[in-house]
């Protein structure tokens, strides 16, 4: 038998095998191109994006709340959506606030959620300048963990407040969650 004849009976014999071959061989090529998709920005813009969005979040937190410290964030990532002009922000920081004043005791909080970032570019005398414009911050999960006694205010009948002091000791373990969504 030639050289030729057996190649043939070769690929009489294997075809199924070879089609199977060539199929994954492409489906290997298609999934390679589909997660290798460019990205609209470059790595420079999502670091200076997570760097200001650190120090916005940090200002406003302390603008309204001038009494917390050790504001510590412990995720933040930036991602292209599929708008080419927005990036989506994902976010985790915690901050302790003293409770009602006092030094000893104090309140851990833990809040979790995102943003949308968009793109505004403006025409000026230096050439187009890019700003980013935080345009949605939704907070999904807050967690507040006090640290010692807490002091409820239920009212009574006549309409004033009594006291009552529950010792966190006293309670079932675990963290009290509180959940909001909350859109400013």
Not at 106 to 129: C, F, T, Y
Request: charged share 25%.
């Amino acid at each position: 038998m030639s050289a030729h004849a057996n190649l043939l009976l070769f690929l009489k014999k294997n075809i199924l095998q070879i089609i199977a071959l060539a199929v994954l061989f492409l489906l290997l090529v298609i999934t390679w191109f589909f997660f290798q998709k460019k990205n609209v920005f470059p790595e420079g813009t999502h670091i200076a994006i997570q760097e200001e969005f650190q120090n916005i979040v940090r200002n406003k937190l302390l603008e309204k709340n001038p009494s917390a410290y050790n504001i510590q964030f412990h995720h933040l990532w930036t991602e292209t959506t599929n708008d080419s002009s927005q990036i989506r922000a994902v976010f985790s920081y915690s901050f302790n606030d003293p409770s009602d004043g006092e030094e000893d005791s104090q309140v851990d909080v833990k809040v979790e959620g995102s943003a949308l970032i968009n793109r505004q570019s403006s025409a000026s005398a230096q050439g187009e300048q890019e700003r980013w414009v935080i345009g949605s911050f939704k907070v999904d999960k807050t967690e507040m963990n006090f640290n010692d006694e807490v002091l409820v205010l239920s009212p009574t009948e006549e309409g004033s407040s009594e006291e009552q002091t529950i010792d966190l000791d006293d309670l079932p373990q675990g963290d009290l969650s509180i959940e909001s969504s909350i859109d400013e």
